[in-house]
Structure formats: structure tokens, C-alpha cells
């Protein structure tokens, strides 16, 4: 039996999500029987629980170092003082990171994987090379140039990129040049490039299970509105929400009818916002033919999220590499960007240049966006179309694939 470790960084949700779409497709393309352990912390680690259930075992909490969570994403100035000092009980990150390394090293030893797959986990890439063992590295950053932040942080940047190169194959979750979105994110190397692979995006299985039609589907027929989406760990969530409110409260906004998915698994947050300004169930306003300006959504199911995304008009996001990707690429509808940290601005920023979406980083800045893209819909729908025509989709499987490769070639 073949054993394969799945290292995922607990930083948000793009990397969870990308590596349950390869774990999904992983056994199509290897040909003998394999066991998978996952090693994660935190929201991730938990997921995993949930997920695999009599698979407890093959599921490892491992303290990855991650940032100190802030107001609007993470803190930096919490994160640097995290350095040498213990911050919201996470130890220095000096112990951390040598007591990670422990850890992992120890499971390395414990597990004796044939592979391993990071996403995230640059840790994991040092290991695997001091145990010989061939390694994947999953990504959509490298060295990303930054805006908003000093330049001290690249020296940091450079370090990240060292440990980035030491895997085997550096696998980008992205389309090849030059439709590649993350392209601001990456500035690779002359010497890494020989291991880059641009295996495509790792987008959701198509293949859905017809479901009956719900209350939110049929409410929404018929209607213009934009799908403003909150992703990301609870501080990107939050601080996504609190912009947004900040431009709902716009005059001009009075008469745009907007979606907005949480992505927490609450359903007391389900509620319809009537022009009357009274609040209503889903069935409500239903059942009573309401004339709704703003839709709340805990967590939509994947038929939900489908046929929302191709109702909608646009679709307002925070820049998360995962999201655009199947906004952009898979469905072919503008985005308006508002970035929480400089990842999301590069992301953003790349697909303004190409004309398929806005960066807007004020308040009325997005008000100004809404209009653009309305006004010049045409036009931004030419540039989606071609977009979207060489947008390939289909990362999981060729990183599956490779994979596949790889084990066979150790024999």
C-alpha cells in the first residue's frame, strides 16, 4: 500500500478546499491502493474530523505557525511582535516553528510516506528533502510583490521562496501564461522555473446532484442583482462584512439588490431584506411575492452557489485566488475586488489589467465600479469570454496525475 501525506495550511480556506478536490480524484489516477494521512490545525484540522470520520487516525493536528488574526485579516504588527514574544496564546514563533518541525519530522518517521503533497506547508518541503522523499508543493504565490506593506517584510518573502523550492515540483493551481491570474503572485526564479507546473485551477465538480429547486432559487428568478461573497478565516470574514456594510449604507445603493453568502454554517443568518425595509424568512418572502433588496446567506448549498453565480450580474470578492477563479474563469461574470492584504490586491489588480474586473479599495470606489460594469457590460463580457475559453479547470486532476507519475516512477 502506497501511503501519501496531505499537508494543508490552516490560513484561510483555499487550501483546504484544494486539496479535498485532489483527494477526490487522487484514487481515478493511481493505480494501486493507498492510504492518505492529513496533517492540519486549527478550522482545517476540525474539517477533517468532520469529513472523514472513521478515518480518525489518518488525520494528524499539526501547530503550523500561522499569523495573528487583526481586525481586517492579519496583524502585522501583532505577527511581528509574535517573533519573539507570546501573543494571544500562540507561543514565539522561533518555539513554534521548531516545535512544528518536530512534530512533522516525527510523523515522516512514524508513517514512512511514499509521497507527500503540501499546500501551504513549506515546512513540509524541508523535510521531505532531508528524508529523500518526493514532494508537491500546491500553490498560487511565490514571491508576491507587495503594496501596502514595507519593504522589510521581503526579506521574509525570499526566505518563504527558498523553502518553496526545496519540494520536488512546484505545482501552481492556475492556467498557464498569460491567462495566468495569480501571475503578480509569483516572480519566479530562473533556477525554480525548470520545477514549475501551471496544472490549472482547482475548480468544484460539475457532476451535481439534481436537487428540487429552493425557496432562494425561486425567489431570485427573474431578478438583476450582485453576489457579494465573505470567505476566508474569521478576521478576512469579518473584515469583508464590515466593508461591505460600509457601502450598502450608500444612497446609491437604495435600489441594488445584492446577495450576500457568509460562508458560516448558520442558518439564523438566512433572512430577506424587503424595499419596505421589514425583515423576512426565505419562505416569507417567498410566499408573499416581497420585493427584496438584500438576500442573507449563511452557507449555500453547491446547487444554491451555482445558481447564484450564474444569475448574478457581478460579483463582489475579496481577491481569495480559489473564488475569482471560478467567478472569472468558470462562469465568465466581472468581479469587484475589495482586497483585505496585498495577495488579494495582486490578484485583483492583474484581472483589472486584463479588463475583467475593478480593484476598488473605497467605498465609493465600489459605487463607481458598480456603474463601470453596468455601463460597459459588453465589453467586459467580450474579455470574460476569451478569458474563460482558455481558463483550464482542471488542476485536481492534473496534479493527480503527476502524482501518479511520480509513484510509478519509484518503483
Not at 486549527?42 to 495573528?68: A, R, S, W
Not at 528524508?131 to 501596502?148: A, D, E, G
Amino acid at each position: 500500500m502506497l501511503k501519501i501525506g496531505e499537508f494543508i495550511y490552516p490560513w484561510g480556506s483555499g487550501h483546504y478546499t484544494r486539496m479535498m478536490r485532489l483527494n477526490a480524484v487522487l484514487e481515478d489516477h493511481i493505480k494501486k491502493k493507498i492510504e492518505v494521512h492529513f496533517s492540519s490545525k486549527d478550522h482545517v484540522y476540525q474539517k477533517l474530523l468532520e469529513k472523514f470520520p472513521n478515518q480518525k487516525d489518518q488525520i494528524h493536528e499539526i501547530l503550523m505557525p500561522t499569523p495573528i488574526d487583526g481586525k481586517f485579516g492579519p496583524s502585522v504588527s501583532l505577527s511581528l511582535l509574535n517573533l519573539f514574544l507570546p501573543v494571544s496564546n500562540n507561543p514565539p514563533l522561533v518555539k513554534q516553528i521548531t516545535s512544528y518541525l518536530r512534530q512533522e519530522s516525527k510523523l515522516y518517521n512514524e508513517i514512512k510516506f511514499d509521497l507527500v503533497i503540501n499546500d501551504g506547508d513549506m515546512g513540509s518541503n524541508i523535510i521531505a528533502k532531508n528524508h529523500q522523499i518526493p514532494s508537491l508543493f500546491i500553490t498560487n504565490q511565490f514571491r508576491p510583490k507587495l503594496y501596502t506593506s514595507k519593504s522589510y517584510f521581503y526579506p521574509a518573502i525570499i526566505f518563504v521562496s527558498k523553502q518553496i523550492a526545496k519540494a520536488t515540483k512546484i505545482l501552481v493551481a492556475d492556467s498557464p501564461p498569460p491567462y495566468t491570474m495569480c501571475e503578480y503572485n509569483l516572480n519566479f526564479t530562473k533556477e525554480v522555473l525548470k520545477k514549475v507546473v501551471f496544472v490549472g485551477h482547482f475548480t468544484a465538480n460539475k457532476n451535481l446532484e439534481k436537487k428540487p429547486i429552493s425557496d432562494l432559487e425561486k425567489l431570485i428568478e427573474n431578478s438583476e442583482f450582485g453576489y457579494w461573497m465573505r470567505t476566508g478565516n474569521k478576521s478576512t470574514n469579518n473584515g469583508t462584512g464590515e466593508r461591505y456594510e460600509q457601502v450598502f449604507h450608500q444612497i446609491e445603493m437604495r435600489n441594488e439588490r445584492r446577495i450576500i453568502s457568509h460562508a458560516k454554517n448558520n442558518q439564523t443568518i438566512d433572512s430577506v431584506l424587503g424595499k419596505d425595509g421589514k425583515k423576512y424568512s426565505i419562505s416569507d418572502a417567498l410566499e408573499k411575492k416581497i420585493d427584496w433588496i438584500q438576500i442573507d446567506i449563511g452557507f449555500l448549498s453547491e446547487q444554491e452557489k451555482e445558481t447564484v453565480l450564474n444569475l448574478c450580474k457581478y460579483a463582489v470578492v475579496n481577491g481569495s485566488h480559489t473564488v475569482m477563479g471560478e467567478i472569472l474563469g468558470g462562469k465568465a461574470k466581472p468581479i469587484i475586488g475589495i482586497p483585505i492584504y496585498d495577495e488579494h490586491t495582486n490578484n485583483i489588480k492583474w484581472a483589472q489589467d486584463k479588463n475583467l474586473g475593478i480593484l476598488a479599495v473605497k467605498t465609493r470606489q465600489v459605487i463607481n465600479s458598480i456603474t463601470k460594469i453596468k455601463d460597459n457590460y459588453n465589453k467586459f463580457q467580450e474579455n470574460l469570454d476569451d478569458f474563460s475559453k482558455n481558463f483550464v479547470p482542471n488542476g485536481a486532476d492534473n496534479t493527480a496525475k503527476i502524482a501518479a507519475s511520480i509513484l510509478e516512477q519509484k518503483k
